[in-house]
């Protein structure tokens, strides 16, 4: 599975953004998409996961809220929409996905598909 994510670029505080995330061949065979992002001199770290089947979602403490995680079976893509963008929310947002039957979605090891990172940067 190749991940693709786009949709990212400058935002003032405040404002909204929507991240997309395609699969090559679909996500058929996938339990659940997630997205991760990564400021600069940080850990990568968990923001929101949807599962394939079904619509279970979770989302980190500090976007609940903010932003909503989705999908649309029928072009197979993952979204990512970003309310109320704040300056901390700057980072590179990278969409992984995984076929694991796993819990620990908030963990970036259990993803074997990575998407390239799309950078968000919002200004104050």
């Known amino acids: 599975v190749q991940l693709q994510a786009s949709g990212g670029g400058l935002a003032q505080a405040g404002e909204s953004m929507r991240l997309s995330c395609t699969a090559s061949?679909?996500?058929?065979?996938?339990?659940?998409i997630s997205w991760f992002r990564q400021a600069p001199g940080k850990e990568r770290e968990f923001v929101s996961a949807?599962?394939?089947?079904?619509?279970?979602?979770m989302y980190a403490e500090s976007v609940k809220g903010r932003f909503t995680i989705s999908k649309r079976s029928d072009d197979n893509t993952a979204h990512l929409q970003l309310n109320s963008l704040k300056p901390e929310d700057t980072a590179v947002y990278y969409c992984?996905?995984?076929?694991?039957?796993?819990?620990?979605?908030?963990?970036?090891?259990?993803?074997?598909?990575w998407g390239q990172g799309t950078l968000v940067t919002v200004s104050s």
């Open positions: 949807v599962t394939w089947i079904g619509t279970t979602t």
């Open positions: 061949g679909g996500f058929s065979d996938i339990y659940v």
């Open positions: 992984a996905a995984t076929r694991r039957i796993s819990t620990i979605w908030y963990s970036r090891y259990e993803y074997e598909f």
